[in-house]
């Protein structure tokens, strides 16, 4: 019985080393790895003050409930407020927009410095100040909205 199973498992050992395994695994080998996560840069300094939130949330300050679709970070008027990843650059007043060929970035909040339209920045640039104040969000925040195939998404599952 010992004997045959000895023989049973040398028969399988010889198995993986026979063409048809070779072959099978040097096509594992061949498939391309899928791409690396996508990291980006925190766009202030500061902890997240209100979440991402595809349901109503409310907004004390003004008494009322609305959909918050954006992320509000911590900033004080003048802190500085940084390129979550490479891209493009537009400029609306107190909002900057960020765009690359996977997303669009909207930050509401911030004065703009040394920066223009069209121009194009690298991840953690300084983009320009915070305002210090968002209409119909509040004091010391700045409110960035990620933008994945123009639909709103979470910019925490994209930080390391």
């Known amino acids: ?51 991402f939130s595809e349901e109503a949330e409310y907004f004390p300050d003004f008494h009322l409930y ?12 003048g802190d500085k407020v940084f390129a979550a990843f490479d891209g493009m650059v537009s400029v609306d007043g107190e909002t900057v927009w960020l765009q690359n060929a996977s997303f669009r970035l909207r930050y509401r909040g911030v004065v703009p410095m040394k920066i223009k339209d ?29 933008y994945q195939n123009e639909k709103p998404v979470d910019i925490a599952r994209f930080f390391p």
């Not at 080998?29 to 791409?35: G, K, L, N």
């Not at 069209?118 to 990620?146: D, F, W």
């Open 66 to 77: 609305a959909l918050h679709p954006g992320t509000d970070f911590y900033a004080e008027k």
């Open 118 to 146: 069209g121009q194009t920045v690298k991840k953690g640039s300084v983009l320009g100040e915070a305002a210090g104040y968002v209409p119909y969000e509040g004091e010391n925040l700045v409110c960035v909205t990620l």
């Open 1 to 51: 019985l010992l004997s045959a199973l000895w023989t049973r498992d040398e028969q399988r050992l010889s198995a993986r080393e026979s063409p048809a395994h070779v072959d099978g695994a040097q096509r594992l080998a061949s498939v391309t790895a899928s791409p690396a996560p996508v990291f980006m840069a925190a766009p202030t300094a500061d902890a997240v003050v209100r979440s």
